[in-house]
């Protein structure tokens, strides 16, 4: 059974600092590699999505890595803004048919002014 | 519009009550999704619609009933549900059920189950 690990579970940094998320998973057969953030009360936003052929994937001050043999990804998110505080969540795609989401636990972030 | 829109955002109900819970987007997607997050854990699959047909039911109670009248529109159907139901509900769609599909979520239902 997949199971993904985000570590820290939360994590607060003075703004402008670079952010630093990991997100691991035991089985590496996966599809596909989501990043999602999420505000409180609120529903998920996909930020990232790494194709397991994929080393990583960009998008403004994001950055997404996969290193699928050794069951990781990394988040970066560059000269952090107070508008970054949210929960940030992985999620694999498994190799078999159907987009069945195994979530990892989420990384709670506070970008303090 | 790439919104997944749902409905009620709010919804207080007794265990014996008959409830609704409804989802639309016009994106022209063809897969959607239900997910129960309880508080401060990652969100859990329900059940997956493609084409309006179940495809993926994860052994959920009875009690949830789901129901996709077109490709628009996702319910979920709640009937003497219990307490520890309590959670907030999130659809989702995606164009189609390939893996490489983004999801778009919706903003939930906080359900509360007294």
């Known amino acids: 059974k997949q199971e993904v690990t985000q570590i820290p579970a939360a994590l607060s940094v003075p703004e402008g600092e670079n952010l630093v998320l990991n997100c691991s998973f035991t089985d590496s057969a996966i599809y596909n590699l989501q990043w999602f953030r999420q505000d409180p009360g609120k529903g998920l936003t996909s930020l990232l999505l790494i194709q397991s052929s994929q080393r990583e994937q960009t998008s403004g001050r994001l950055n997404a890595s996969l290193d699928k043999s050794s069951g990781r990804s990394t988040l970066y998110i560059a000269a952090s803004q107070p508008g970054d505080s949210a929960t940030y969540l992985c999620?694999?795609?498994?190799?078999?048919?159907?987009?069945?989401?195994?979530f990892g636990g989420g990384t709670r972030v506070l970008v303090k002014p | 519009d790439t919104e997944v829109t749902q409905t009620p955002k709010h919804l207080v109900m007794g265990m014996t009550n008959k409830k609704s819970l409804k989802c639309e987007q016009h994106?022209?997607?063809?897969?959607m999704y239900w997910y129960k997050q309880k508080a401060k854990k990652p969100p859990e699959l329900m059940f997956v619609y493609s084409y309006e047909k179940l495809s993926i039911n994860e052994s959920v109670p009875s009690r949830f009933s789901p129901e996709c009248p077109n490709s628009s529109l996702l319910n979920l159907h709640l009937h003497a549900l219990q307490p520890e139901d309590s959670a907030l509900y999130l659809c989702?769609?995606?164009?189609?059920?390939?893996?490489?599909?983004?999801?778009?979520f919706g903003s939930g239902t906080q359900l509360s189950v007294l």
């Open positions: 989702a769609s995606s164009r189609n059920l390939g893996q490489s599909e983004k999801l778009f």
């Open positions: 999620a694999v795609s498994p190799g078999a048919a159907g987009n069945k989401l195994t």
């Open positions: 994106m022209g997607h063809r897969a």
